[in-house]
């Protein structure tokens, strides 16, 4: 994929219906809208657009100890494995030169993430037991400052 096809962004409220269409869960999950609009009002959702389309889309919150923590990265499954992931990443970690480090977390059967994470140089931090049945939920840490 070349890089102009792909433009990493923060969101904007004319984004909402753009990333219902790229992530279906939204339109039935109450929680993730309201997740979503929040963190565009605040100015912590980021989408890539690829294509003139949106293909991905990564949100940040500081509720994690009062660290920075990449809450939900999604890309679209027709744009998977195709860098989106990474661009969103590198974006965020970009836009938070006060941050010392930056926290995120996936499941242990989503290989995928774990992957990217460690491309990204990321490294486990923890694991959290009983979130899904049998499925535990594992914590990564990225140092941003040597």
């Not at 994929?1 to 433009?7: E, N, P």
Request: glycine share 4%; net charge positive; hydrophobic share 50%.
């Amino acid at each position: 994929m070349a890089k102009r096809d792909v433009q990493v962004r923060l969101a904007a409220t004319r984004d909402r219906r753009a990333i219902a269409v790229c992530d279906a869960r939204v339109a039935g999950d109450l929680h993730r809208r309201e997740l979503i609009d929040a963190a565009i009002a605040a100015r912590h959702c980021w989408v890539v657009e690829q294509d003139g389309a949106v293909a991905g889309y990564a949100i940040l919150t500081t509720n994690f100890f009062g660290r920075d923590f990449v809450e939900l990265l999604f890309v679209a499954a027709e744009a998977r494995r195709k860098g989106i992931g990474d661009a969103l990443l590198a974006a965020i970690e970009r836009a938070r030169p006060q941050t010392d480090k930056l926290f995120t977390s996936t499941n242990e059967s989503n290989a995928a993430m774990r992957a990217l994470l460690e491309s990204r140089a990321y490294r486990a931090s923890g694991t959290i037991l009983n979130l899904d049945p049998d499925d535990p939920e594992l914590v990564f840490v990225k140092f941003l400052k040597a």
